[in-house]
C-alpha cells in the first residue's frame, strides 16, 4: 500500500503496523464490513414489507389469509433463530433448484431424492456449474438476505400487527362515518398513524437486526467474522512476509468494538427520531416533551 | 437395528457414554430424534446453571446501575452496555481466544476452553446483563408507597431491601424475566457454531441437528424435530415460572396480577 512497504522485515513499530493492516486480505476484510453494512441496507427494508404483508395478513377479513399472516407470526416464537437461519438457507436452495428443475426438464423421469441425495438435473442446478465465482458468492449473499428478510420479518409482521391494533379505535370510526370503505380506511387513517406506536418495537428490531448480522458466517458468506478467524490466526515466517503468533483475541476485540459503537450511534440516531415523531403527538412521551419546553 | 437398541446407544452420547460412532448410513427418524434429545442435555445444562448463577449477578448489577455512587453505577452501566450492545456470538468467539490465550499463562484456566465451563462463563456474564437490565427498570417502577411503608414501619438498609425492595422487583420484573430465560435458552444453541470445539462430537441439540442435515441434504426432518424439542423446553419454562409468577403475586387478588407473557424473541 505505501511505498516504504517493500520490504516489511526492516520495518519496526508504527510502519509495519500501518503496513500490516493494509495488505490486500485486509482490504478484504474490510469490503467485508461493507457486506454487513449492504445486507442491513437491503435486509431492513424487505423485512419491513415482509412484516407489512404478514401484519395486514393476520387482521385480514378472509379466514385463510389471516391464518397465514398468524402462523406466519407465531412461528418465531418457541424456536431457537440460529435453526431458522441453518434451515432456511438450505430449504429456499433446495426450494428454487426445485422449481428450477420442474420447469426445465420436464420428461426427467428420476426422483428428485435419491436416498441422502437431492438430484436435480445441470440445467436447473442454481448457479449454473459453470458460472464463475463472483456469481456464487453474489447467490449465497442473497440466498442470506431472503432468510434474514423472512426471519425479521416476523418479527416486524408482530410489531405492525401491535401497531395497527394500537390506533385508536376511534379514528377508524370516524373514518367509516366519512362513508369510507375497508381499503381507504386502511390505508388513508390505519396505515399513516400507526407509525408512531410501531417506532419504539421497530428500533429495537433494528438493534436485534445488528446484533444478528454476524451469524452471515453460519451462512457460508465471507463475513467479518471469516476474516476476522483467518487474519488473525498464528503466521509462519514462511507462508507470509507478516509472521506473528495467534492474534484472533485481538481481531474478536475489534468486532466487539466495532458493533459496539454500530449500537451506541443506532441508539443516538433512534433517540434523535422518535423525538422528532413524538413532538406534538397526544401521547405520553409527547406531553412530556411539551412539559419540558413549557 | 432396533430403535429400543438406538436409544440405547445414543440417548447419553453428547455426554460421551454408549456408542462411539455417530450413524454415517441409513439413517432413522429414531436416531434422528435420539441423538437431537441426547443434545438437549447440554442445553439444559448451560440454561439452567447459568440462568441461577446469572440471577444473583443480575440483581447486584441492576442494584449497582441504580445507585447514585459513581464507583457503583459506571461499572454496572458499563457492563450492561457490553454485554447487551454487541452480538453474543462475537462475544463467544472474543472468549474463546481470550481462554486459549490465558491457557499459555497458567493450567488453572485450562477447563475454560472447553465449552462446559468456558462457554458457561459467558452465558452467565450475558444472561446477568440482560436480566439486569430488567430488574433494573423493575427497581425504578417500585410504586412509592411500598417505599415509604418500609420507611414508616421504621425498616432501612439490609431488612429494608429484603423484606420490600427485593420482592416487589422480582414481582414486578417476573414476566420479563421469563421472556429471558425462555431466550437464554435459544442462545445457548450458540455455543458449538463459535470457536467452542465439540470434543469426540459431543455437542448440543443444533449440532447433532446440523450434522443430520449436512448428511442428508433433508434439513426438512431434523430442524422440525429440534423445533419441537424446543418448544416442549419452552413450554416448561413458561409452567415452572408461572407457579413462581403466582407464588411472588400471592398476596394480590386475581385480576391485578400481572400475566406471563411470550413476546417474539430478541436475539442477542
Known sequence: ?294 | MSCWETIADYALRSQGIGERLLPRTDFTLCQQFTLIGSGMIWNIYFGVVALCSGFFLATAVAMGKAARNPWFRKPAEWFIFIFRGSPLFIQFFFAYFVFLSLKDVSSFFNPLTSAWAGALVVLFLNTAAYSGEIFYGALQSIPKGDTEAADAYGLSGWSRFRRVIWPTMLRLAWPAYTNEAIFLFHATTLVFFSGFPATQQRGDALYYANYFADKTFNPFVPYPILAGYFIILTLIVIGLFGLINNRLNRHLPQDVRKKVKVRPQIIR
Open chain 1, 1 to 294: 500500500m505505501f511505498s516504504f512497504c517493500t520490504d516489511p522485515a526492516a520495518l519496526e513499530g508504527f510502519r509495519w503496523l500501518s503496513c500490516y493492516l493494509t495488505t490486500g486480505k485486509h482490504m478484504s476484510m474490510y469490503w467485508a464490513v461493507g457486506t454487513v453494512l449492504l445486507l442491513l441496507a437491503i435486509t431492513a427494508p424487505t423485512a419491513l414489507a415482509f412484516g407489512f404483508a404478514g401484519a395486514s395478513a393476520a387482521r385480514s377479513n378472509v379466514a385463510p389469509l389471516r391464518w397465514i399472516g398468524k402462523t406466519y407470526i407465531a412461528v418465531v416464537r418457541g424456536i431457537p433463530d440460529i435453526a431458522f437461519f441453518l434451515f432456511f438457507v438450505i430449504a429456499l436452495d433446495q426450494a428454487f433448484e426445485y422449481i428450477r428443475h420442474r420447469i426445465k426438464c420436464p420428461d426427467w423421469d428420476e426422483p428428485v431424492r435419491q436416498g441422502n441425495d437431492f438430484i436435480v438435473c445441470t440445467a436447473a442446478k442454481l448457479p449454473l456449474g459453470n458460472a464463475p465465482q463472483w456469481v456464487h458468492e453474489t447467490y449465497g449473499f442473497l440466498l442470506a438476505v431472503l432468510t434474514f428478510a423472512i426471519v425479521f420479518g416476523a418479527f416486524a409482521a408482530n410489531v405492525l400487527f401491535g401497531a395497527m391494533r394500537a390506533v385508536p379505535r376511534g379514528q377508524l370510526e370516524t373514518a367509516e362515518a366519512y362513508g369510507m370503505s375497508r381499503r381507504q380506511t386502511f390505508w388513508r387513517v390505519l396505515v399513516p398513524q400507526m407509525w408512531v406506536y410501531a417506532l419504539p418495537g421497530l428500533s429495537n428490531l433494528w438493534m436485534v437486526l445488528i446484533k444478528a448480522t454476524p451469524l452471515l458466517f453460519l451462512l457460508g458468506v465471507e463475513d467479518i467474522v471469516y476474516w476476522a478467524r483467518e487474519l488473525g490466526g498464528a503466521k509462519q515466517p514462511q507462508f507470509t512476509e507478516y509472521p506473528h503468533p495467534d492474534w484472533r483475541m485481538w481481531y474478536f476485540a475489534a468486532l466487539l468494538v466495532f458493533y459496539l459503537c454500530f449500537t451506541k450511534v443506532s441508539e443516538v440516531v433512534l433517540g434523535r427520531v422518535m423525538s422528532k415523531l413524538t413532538h406534538g403527538q397526544a401521547t405520553a412521551a409527547g406531553e412530556a416533551q411539551r412539559k419540558a419546553a413549557a
